[in-house]
C-alpha cells in the first residue's frame, strides 16, 4: 500500500444502536438496527448518579498488546438513547439478519470490534468490542421510533472502549475496499470494514491522526492499545432515557486508546 492510500486509510468510527430499516435520505448509512439489554458487563460504576464519570471495565493488564486477526463492523444505531442504554448496561443487539455474521465473526477472529454512528449525526460516537458470543434471550430496553415489528436480536456483552464524536467530514478520506471502496461514513448496520481501514477509523476516535504514515508501519492484523477505559454516565436516575448527543454529555474529545481483550479472557 502506498503512503498516500495509506493516509486515506486513517480514521475511526463511532456509531450506536442499530434501527431496522434503511434511513432513507441519510447518505451516511443505509441501514440500521436496535438492540437491547440483557446484562451488566462488569462496569465499575462511579458513587455519584447522573452523569457524571464511571469506568466501564478494566482490561486483564496495562500495557500495549497486539491484536491478530481483528475484525472491524459499523453498527449503526437508532437513536443517543439506545447508544447510552448500551453504555449503562454493556450489552447490544443486532438486526436478526446480521447475527450469522457477528456470530462467526468472533468464533473464527481474535477481537471484533463495534463501530457505532448513530443514524442522521452525522458522526460516529464511539467503538466497544464484542465480549460474547450472541445470546439466547431477547429484551425489550431498546427503542423502537418506527412503530414497526421489533427486528432486533439476541443480546450480547459489549465493552466500550472509546466515546467520541468524530463528524464524518474528518473520515472521507478512508474507503472501504469491503463496501466497493465507498467512503465508510456510507456504511450499511453491520458492514465490515478491512482491518486498516479499521484501525485507522478506531485511530480517529482515539484522538490519533494518520499523518505519519500509521497504516504504511503497521501490519494488517495488529492493533496495539493502551489499556484505558473510558468514563460513563454511572447512573440513568429516574431520566426518561431522552439523552443529548454524546457530545453534549462529554464536551471534550476523550482520546484515549485501549488494549483490546484476548478471546481467553472473554466467556462465550
Aim: glycine share 8%; proline share 6%.
Amino acid at each position: 500500500m502506498s503512503s498516500d492510500s495509506a493516509k486515506e486509510n486513517a480514521s475511526v468510527v463511532d456509531s450506536s444502536v442499530t434501527e431496522w430499516r434503511n434511513d432513507i435520505g441519510n447518505s451516511d448509512d443505509p441501514e440500521s438496527s436496535g438492540y437491547k439489554f440483557k446484562e451488566n458487563i462488569n462496569p465499575t460504576r462511579a458513587d455519584k448518579g447522573g452523569h457524571s464519570h464511571g469506568q466501564i471495565g478494566h482490561p486483564a493488564g496495562i500495557g500495549v498488546e497486539k491484536c491478530h486477526n481483528t475484525k472491524y463492523f459499523v453498527i449503526k444505531s437508532l437513536n443517543h438513547q439506545n447508544i447510552h442504554l448500551s453504555i449503562e448496561k454493556g450489552i447490544w443487539a443486532t438486526q436478526i439478519m446480521n447475527e450469522p455474521i457477528l456470530q462467526e465473526a468472533y468464533h473464527n477472529s481474535g477481537s471484533v470490534i463495534l463501530i457505532f454512528s448513530v443514524n442522521m449525526s452525522g458522526s460516529f460516537q464511539g467503538y466497544a468490542q464484542m465480549m460474547t458470543s450472541i445470546g439466547r434471550g431477547r429484551d425489550n430496553a431498546w427503542s423502537e421510533g418506527t412503530g414497526k415489528s421489533n427486528p432486533w436480536g439476541r443480546s450480547f456483552k459489549v465493552k466500550w472502549l472509546c466515546l467520541n464524536d468524530l463528524p464524518f467530514h474528518k473520515t472521507l478520506h478512508l474507503k472501504n475496499p469491503l463496501n466497493d471502496y465507498k467512503p465508510v461514513k456510507i456504511s450499511r448496520d453491520c458492514q465490515e470494514l478491512s482491518p486498516d481501514i479499521g484501525l485507522a477509523l478506531c485511530k480517529l476516535l482515539d484522538g490519533k491522526n494518520d499523518t505519519d504514515g500509521l497504516l504504511t508501519s503497521l501490519s494488517r492484523d495488529e492493533f496495539s492499545l493502551k489499556g484505558h477505559y473510558v468514563s460513563t454516565p454511572s447512573s440513568m436516575g429516574d431520566e426518561d432515557c431522552n439523552f443529548p448527543p454524546l457530545h453534549m454529555l462529554w464536551p471534550m474529545p476523550l482520546p484515549y486508546s485501549f488494549l483490546f481483550l484476548p478471546k481467553s479472557t472473554r466467556s462465550k
